[in-house]
């Protein structure tokens, strides 16, 4: 935003800074909510009207209280999904960014017979509900005979796969020819132009579509649920969520499962501020001038 | 391309012009098939099995986990999902008076009953809805009304929810890509609701939409004096797809807001300071710069949104159960429910015809793809 002055640029700068503040409201509200929700014991959940801070039934005032969190902690299972996702996603998105990004160069700026269908066989991989295609799947991993990890990092390729193919040839598409023109003139093979001009000029596409991915990856139940059911110690957290135990038997924990959903989306949100510098900068605005 | 090469050809007199792009070409062509093979390889592995088994199953009646036997039947599955029957209604007469009969408690004509009227082969079709059209009375019969209405059900949550996240996402991602000073924390902050966990998000949601004051929303209209009772917003018929077309909305909105901003971030400065030269106004900008440079960006957020929204499943299951169905989460039921794959594998068929079509017409209606 430009600094504009006078009292036409203060009501555009406070009107900028109300939309950001909506915009966080909407996003982060339900968020704000899993966290209050998390706070509270089951008799303060149960309260009517519901508090928008956890309050003492009796006297109403502030007493957030750390016993789903102390739960949470103490459930071995739970930091050991914490351990299962981080290596899947991690290696589901580096497996799928690799694999990706060499196809979306060959279908963004190769000339070649069968592109078209190629990028279509590729997004058809991604278009059946999970269901559908889970009793086949489960065959090939039994045929293969896969560990329940490897098999959940394979199974994942079937919606990360598509994705970062499709996402990054829309924009290796986007990228002059002239850049790879000028590079091969001065000598770099067609491979070279690819990894040392083109890939970094894709960095904030890159950044951004590992980490659609990784979320994605992260945040998959149902094949997760029934790859790891021969090999419990495989789960990932969404599957070691599903199997809290309530303290009392009858009723689901959901201070619980919300204190676990808010200590699992912190360290993604930490991993985006790393990342986000990357899609900050984005080396792009000057090279692509050709 | 052609002109570098044109050039260089003519200076060496001894291969012609044609044979050097041919070799160029096979060449380009080999380097394309080498870095194809990865993806192409991890397909041919996970995916091919999985999904020819899907296409064969849906012309049988197989049944799930079970040792009997499986028979081939054809479209018989596809048949009894999509089978409609519209028929008229006639309004039933009164034998004592030979007028046509009118219900005292409402003052409206009687009709016949759908049942009598619609087909009973080959299986039974059952009322989906009815409606009047000239003065006539028309039922639509179903052989799977849960089905058609699952579809209806799907179709409507896409288009609304894509469209809705479109625009929010656009917004969002213009806003964020301007410069101010908490850009960095904003990006992160942003992508919070999709990083939720989808299952975890829909038992919060769920608890948000409760059906008294314990929910958030019961609780908040309650205080805001908007309602006098309590809205069971998961169990009226009312409120039911809104409900998970706002849940929806606010889960994928950032994935379609960072896909935006990564098209935005990409486009060349110089050509908006051109613009800013030439006296364009920023809503100008936006309409003949922005818009169409980010078409690409648009068409594959829009392709991918619209696939998962097609195939949505979690928050419908945890959030609706047998209540309502998405497409994918009556697929769910079929399998898990009945056991009756051949017809789950049927709707996965159908549903993966849906999606191409949708990502077809998108790609023809903005004009992307054109070589």
Known sequence: MKKSSGTFGVLKRFGFNFMIIFILVYLLFPFYWAVNSSLKTESQLFMTPATAIPRDPATLEFSPTMQNYSAVLRDGQFLRGLANSSIVATSTTVLALIAGSFAAFALGKLRFRGRRPALYLILAMTMFPQVTVLTGLYAVITALGLSARVSMIFAYMIFTLPFTTWVLTSFFKELPDALMESAQVDGATTFQTFKSILLPLTAPALVTTGLLAFIAAWNEYLFALTFTSIDPTARTVPVAIAYFAGAVARQEPFGEIMAAASLVTVPLVVLVLIFQRRIVTGLTAGAVKG | ?371
């Open chain 2, 1 to 371: 391309m052609t002109s570098n090469h044109d050039n260089a050809s003519s200076k060496s007199k001894v291969s012609s012009p044609k044979v050097k792009m041919s070799n160029l070409a096979k060449r380009e062509e080999r380097l394309a098939f080498r870095l194809l093979l990865p993806a192409l390889l991890i397909i041919a592995i996970i995916a091919f099995y999985p999904l020819a088994q899907v296409f064969y199953t849906s012309f049988t009646d197989r049944v799930f986990a079970s040792g009997q036997e499986t028979n081939f039947i054809g479209f018989d599955n596809y048949q009894q999902l999509l089978s409609v029957h519209i028929t008229t209604l006639d309004p039933v007469i009164d034998e004592a008076t030979g007028e046509i009969m009118i219900d005292p408690e409402t003052g409206q004509k009687v009709y016949e009953r759908p049942l009598d009227v619609l087909p009973r082969e080959p299986s039974r079709y059952r009322e989906f809805n009815q409606f009047s059209l000239f003065g006539n009375r028309y039922v639509v019969g179903a052989t799977d009304p849960s089905f058609i209405q699952s579809v209806s059900n799907t179709i409507t949550f896409t288009v609304v929810s894509v469209f809705l996240e479109l625009v929010l996402g656009l917004a969002i991602a213009l806003v964020v890509n301007s410069k101010f000073r908490f850009r960095g924390s904003m990006r992160a902050a942003m992508l919070v609701p999709w990083a939720v966990i989808t299952v975890v998000s829909a038992r919060m949601w769920e608890w948000m939409l409760a059906p008294s004051r314990i929910g958030m929303f019961n609780a908040l209209f309650d205080w805001m004096g908007v309602i006098d009772s309590p809205i069971a917003f998961l169990a009226s018929g009312t409120y039911q797809l809104p409900a998970m077309i706002a849940v929806d909305v606010w889960k994928t909105t950032p994935f379609m807001a960072l896909l935006l901003l990564a098209g935005l971030q990409i486009m060349p400065e110089d050509i908006f300071e051109a613009a800013e030269i030439d006296g364009a106004g920023k809503i100008r900008q936006f309409i003949t710069i922005t818009l169409p440079l980010l078409k690409p960006a648009i068409v594959v957020a829009l392709i991918f949104r619209t696939l998962d929204a097609l195939r949505v499943f979690d928050i419908f299951q945890v959030m609706l159960g047998q209540s309502q169905y998405s497409m994918a989460s009556y697929n769910y039921f079929q399998l898990i429910g009945n056991r009756n794959m051949g017809l789950a594998s049927a709707i996965g068929v159908i549903i993966f015809i849906l999606i191409f079509l949708f990502a077809i017409s998108y790609i023809k209606m903005l004009g992307v793809d054109q070589e």
